[in-house]
């Protein structure tokens, strides 16, 4: 969730800056090129006073047409254009020069300064050129009319280079980028700890409900910051939660108090059936029919008592070496084994893992148990403990009937049995109660089809700690 949120933010964000730092950069590129502007029409401005009173284009000699003013203001031309590089010049309506710098300058017949001369010429100085960026080469050019008794007699035109200009607006640019990258690093930071407080509570929640969905009941979620919402939701969570589990510890209770409450009147019953049988003559079908129905309901009830216990009880995690509990197991089968006419072969190699021994033990004797019951006589069942990464596993494999695909869905179900296993002894809890009693140590057990034929069953065990 953070990884979708935190990029949101931060686009929103640096839409923000860019909406800020974009106009920014523009009215900065205005305002240093108007700076320039209003400079240059202050010069031509005072060129154009120097220029006023010049003799108009004479038809004479050249000697006979130099005067002090005309002199004075070749003088600052060359001046201007020495000092600043900035090329000027007056020229009279017909385009010819009355003074200018560089003298190799001349006014061009098209271009930006013929444009800004011909707009000149209309007793109107120049507007606002076209905004230099910095990636443009090209001048600057300003132009103002000499006006004397109300006409225009000359035009003023100055045509500057922007070197200046331009690094000065990139110059000023660079400023707004770097206050735009630190503006945006200070916002990628506030969006990390503004997502971190607002998605905490989330973790800690999906952490709790992950603990609970694997069987850890108590767990709650702990207090934390976040909006005051997602507070609320963790308080509420808390008291779902609670309520949950005494919903289910009443029914473990029930079933725990039933099976209990009913074993002494079913002890009862079944031996006022076996006083009752010897009034029967011997052999009796019906009484013996009985007492097998008496003593299923027993076993069923002593097995709903160890699936309560097996879902109530705290695992009591410690390091064990599986292998050695599993061979232990094998060994204390194997007379069972050997009477049904069965193999049972155990490779046990020393494997470690976090589980609760006594837990371990009473599931592999439900899954041994089932693998012996279900097995042919001269047939084999298989245990293999083997480390698999960070778990360790126990494969129990007989050479049974099998199951289906359809049966494999739904092996581990309580009270589920095989239509075509009804009739062999057993309750349906004992891989149920297996399950509950793996899971309580963070393990568990998986169900596979064995070639040729039979079931594999794998219990898998952590080889790492608890957090």
Same mark, same amino acid.
């Given at each position: 969730?953070?990884?979708?949120?935190?990029?949101?933010?931060?686009?929103?964000?640096?839409?923000?800056?860019?909406?800020?730092?974009?106009?920014?950069?523009?009215?900065?590129?205005?305002?240093?090129?108007?700076?320039?502007?209003?400079?240059?029409?202050?010069?031509?401005?005072?060129?154009?006073?120097?220029?006023?009173?010049?003799?108009?284009?004479?038809?004479?000699?050249?000697?006979?047409?130099?005067?002090?003013?005309?002199?004075?203001?070749?003088?600052?031309?060359?001046?201007?254009?020495?000092?600043?590089?900035?090329?000027?010049?007056?020229?009279? *309506? $017909?385009?010819?020069? !009355? @003074?200018?710098?560089?003298?190799?300058?001349?006014?061009?017949?098209?271009?930006? /300064?013929? %444009? &800004?001369?011909?707009?000149?010429?209309?007793?109107?100085?120049?507007?606002?050129?076209?905004?230099?960026?910095?990636?443009?080469?090209?001048?600057?050019?300003?132009?103002?009319?000499?006006?004397?008794?109300?006409?225009?007699?000359?035009?003023?035109?100055?045509?500057?280079?922007?070197?200046?200009?331009?690094?000065?607006?990139?110059?000023?640019?660079?400023?707004?980028?770097?206050?735009?990258?630190?503006?945006?690093?200070?916002?990628?930071?506030?969006?990390?700890?503004?997502?971190?407080?607002?998605?905490?509570?989330?973790?800690?929640?999906?952490?709790?409900?992950?603990?609970?969905?694997?069987?850890?009941?108590?767990?709650?979620?702990?207090?934390?910051?976040?909006?005051?919402?997602?507070?609320?939701?963790? *308080? $509420?969570?808390?008291? !779902? @939660?609670?309520?949950?589990?005494?919903?289910?510890?009443?029914?473990?209770?029930? /079933?725990? %108090? &039933?099976?209990?409450?009913?074993?002494?009147?079913?002890?009862?019953?079944?031996?006022?059936?076996?006083?009752?049988?010897?009034?029967?003559?011997?052999?009796?079908?019906?009484?013996?029919?009985?007492?097998?129905?008496?003593?299923?309901?027993?076993?069923?009830?002593?097995?709903?008592?160890?699936?309560?216990?097996?879902?109530?009880?705290?695992?009591?995690?410690?390091?064990?070496?599986?292998?050695?509990?599993?061979?232990?197991?094998?060994?204390?089968?194997?007379?069972?084994?050997?009477?049904?006419?069965?193999?049972?072969?155990?490779?046990?190699?020393?494997?470690?893992?976090?589980?609760?021994?006594?837990?371990?033990?009473?599931?592999?004797?439900?899954?041994?148990?089932?693998?012996?019951?279900?097995?042919?006589?001269?047939?084999?069942?298989?245990?293999?403990?083997?480390?698999?990464?960070?778990?360790?596993?126990?494969?129990?494999?007989?050479?049974?009937?099998?199951?289906?695909?359809?049966?494999?869905?739904?092996?581990?179900?309580?009270?589920?049995?095989?239509?075509?296993?009804?009739?062999?002894?057993?309750?349906?809890?004992?891989?149920?109660?297996?399950?509950?009693?793996?899971?309580?140590?963070?393990?568990?057990?998986?169900?596979?089809?064995?070639?040729?034929?039979?079931?594999?069953?794998?219990?898998?065990?952590?080889?790492?700690?608890?957090?």
């Amino acid at each position: 969730m953070r990884t979708r949120l935190l990029p949101l933010l931060i686009v929103l964000m640096a839409a923000v800056l860019l909406a800020l730092g974009v106009p920014l950069a523009v009215s900065l590129a205005g305002a240093q090129q108007q700076k320039v502007v209003v400079d240059r029409i202050d010069d031509t401005a005072r060129f154009a006073a120097l220029a006023q009173f010049v003799t108009d284009s004479p038809t004479g000699t050249a000697s006979a047409f130099e005067n002090e003013r005309l002199a004075t203001l070749s003088r600052e031309l060359d001046s201007y254009y020495t000092v600043y590089g900035i090329r000027a010049g007056v020229f009279y *309506r $017909s385009g010819s020069a !009355m @003074a200018h710098a560089p003298a190799r300058w001349s006014l061009p017949k098209e271009g930006e /300064v013929r %444009d &800004a001369f011909d707009e000149a010429l209309l007793s109107r100085r120049s507007h606002d050129p076209r905004q230099v960026w910095p990636w443009q080469r090209r001048n600057l050019v300003v132009a103002s009319p000499v006006i004397r008794d109300g006409d225009v007699v000359a035009v003023v035109v100055t045509d500057s280079p922007t070197g200046q200009l331009r690094s000065r607006t990139l110059h000023g640019w660079l400023v707004i980028g770097a206050g735009e990258f630190a503006a945006m690093l200070l916002a990628v930071g506030a969006a990390l700890r503004l997502t971190g407080w607002v998605l905490k509570p989330v973790r800690v929640l999906d952490a709790t409900t992950h603990d609970i969905a694997t069987g850890r009941l108590k767990s709650r979620v702990a207090a934390a910051g976040g909006p005051p919402e997602l507070r609320r939701l963790a *308080r $509420s969570f808390n008291e !779902m @939660a609670d309520n949950v589990e005494d919903v289910l510890e009443q029914q473990r209770a029930f /079933v725990a %108090d &039933a099976s209990h409450q009913l074993r002494n009147p079913l002890a009862a019953l079944l031996l006022r059936i076996e006083l009752l049988s010897f009034e029967l003559p011997e052999g009796n079908q019906e009484i013996a029919s009985v007492q097998s129905e008496g003593k299923r309901l027993a076993q069923v009830l002593d097995d709903l008592l160890d699936l309560a216990l097996a879902e109530h009880t705290e695992a009591d995690l410690k390091i064990t070496d599986i292998g050695e509990l599993a061979a232990e197991r094998v060994a204390a089968w194997s007379p069972t084994a050997e009477a049904k006419g069965v193999r049972l072969a155990g490779d046990c190699p020393p494997t470690t893992g976090w589980a609760d021994p006594v837990a371990l033990s009473s599931a592999l004797d439900g899954i041994i148990d089932n693998a012996v019951k279900f097995t042919p006589e001269g047939r084999t069942v298989e245990v293999t403990v083997a480390p698999n990464g960070d778990t360790s596993t126990v494969v129990v494999t007989d050479e049974g009937p099998g199951l289906t695909d359809e049966e494999l869905a739904r092996i581990g179900d309580r009270f589920w049995r095989s239509s075509r296993h009804q009739n062999i002894k057993g309750s349906g809890l004992g891989l149920s109660i297996s399950r509950a009693l793996l899971a309580a140590g963070g393990g568990s057990i998986a169900y596979d089809h064995h070639e040729p034929h039979g079931l594999k069953v794998t219990v898998t065990v952590p080889r790492v700690g608890p957090a």
